[in-house]
């Protein structure tokens, strides 16, 4: 299976993401904006890591999974 281009580049900025706001947390994991900002970042990490999956799914299956997790982290207005 032949991955794209853009699902690698949007799985390895998940993983950027994913790895800074663990950073985050650890600096100081007392300190409350140390603690949002590291819950924003795994949320856009989580995000992110589902735009990757999508961008190849080809069934309903295989994009039921990415769905669900964009659906709990976007909010519509």
């Known amino acids: 299976m032949n991955l794209p281009i853009l699902q690698i580049a949007a799985w390895f900025v998940a993983l950027v993401e994913f790895s800074t706001g663990l950073y985050v947390l650890l600096i100081n994991v007392w300190h ?28 309903v299956q295989e994009a039921s999974l990415p769905l669900i997790i964009q659906a709990m982290t976007t909010r519509s207005p």
């Open 32 to 59: 409350n904006a140390n603690r949002h900002v590291s819950a924003l970042l795994l949320l856009i990490a989580a995000n992110t890591f589902a735009v990757g999956m999508l961008m190849t799914a080809s069934t």
